[in-house]
């Protein structure tokens, strides 16, 4: 590795660490994977903090967006619940056909609720004993994204998953995949975790509408970064069409310091499908 700038070099391992770092110039090894570890020629620590910096800015960018879809499907989740069964009704076993299931995300939400010390909840405590549990509009704001996602895939009318999903613009197939998905993905970007090139052990159904989507999709990048961003460039124009995300995306791609797209998932002709293309066009 060539180190043109040796305070820089030791500013980086002191404030990011050796191993951290580690996981970036693997990208560059002339045989990954053969346990040599040997660089290609000319590899620079400067080429390596570039694309350190590249994925700690793709994954702030990650979290604007996972913020947008988190708030509007506990939104709907809650308005659904409340508005058809009642303050309550999400709390109804007669809702989730399987038992085991119920039982098991509702003693994690009341884990939940017992580690919450919202103001709301506090005054819940306080005031109520009976439901132990608050309203579905209270349970919205400090569910776990993780278990919102249980709850979903538990109901057992199709009605109500649907209602839910098409709020944030999915089939509730689709919705309930991308849900659990994005659990991985939120706690990949939380813990700072290296996310440009990662291959997810999560995936989600491929989407077959609407047709913007599905010819922006790669079925074969099902694992790959591209198509989360694709199904998040969807969603946010359905939640926040106001918003700039996109084109902060955009230009935050361009920037990509590898120039090398196909260890995203990306195909090569990413920029002219639709999604994308709207972008540019905007």
């Known amino acids: 590795m060539v180190i043109e700038d040796m305070q820089q070099a030791t500013s980086a ?19 990954p994977g053969s346990g040599e570890h040997m660089l290609k020629r000319g590899t ?8 350190y910096e590249f994925d700690r800015r793709l994954r702030l960018t990650l979290m604007d967006a996972l913020e947008r879809f988190e708030v509007a499907a506990r939104g709907a989740w809650a308005h659904q619940m409340a508005m058809v069964y009642g303050p309550h009704g ?9 038992a085991d299931r119920f039982a098991a995300n509702l003693a994690q939400l009341e884990s939940e609720y017992d580690r919450s010390h919202d103001v709301f909840v506090d005054h819940y405590k306080q005031t109520y004993s009976d439901p132990r549990l608050p309203p579905v509009w209270m349970a919205a704001e400090f569910i776990s994204f993780g278990l919102l996602s249980k709850f979903f895939s538990a109901l057992g009318g199709r009605a109500d998953r649907k209602a839910i999903a098409r709020k944030l613009g999915f089939d509730d197939r689709v919705f309930q995949g991308f849900m659990h998905h994005l659990a991985t993905v939120r706690n990949i970007c939380a813990h700072h975790s290296r996310l440009w090139n990662r291959r997810f052990t999560v995936t989600f159904p491929i989407a077959q509408n609407p047709g913007e989507l599905a010819n922006t999709i790669v079925p074969e990048a099902d694992r790959r970064l591209y198509n989360t961003l694709s199904m998040l460039l969807h969603a946010i124009g359905v939640v926040a069409p106001e918003s700039d995300w996109s084109l902060r995306l955009l230009s935050l791609l361009q920037e990509n310091p590898t120039g090398d797209f196909v260890a995203m998932g990306f195909p090569e002709d990413w920029r002219d499908r639709p999604l994308w293309a709207q972008i540019r066009q905007s």
């Open 90 to 98: 999400y709390l109804n076993r007669g809702l989730y056909p399987r």
């Open 44 to 51: 620079t620590l400067s080429s390596i903090l570039a694309l």
């Open 13 to 31: 391992l002191s404030h990011i660490s050796y191993y951290r770092l580690r996981a970036y110039w693997l990208y560059y090894e002339e045989n």
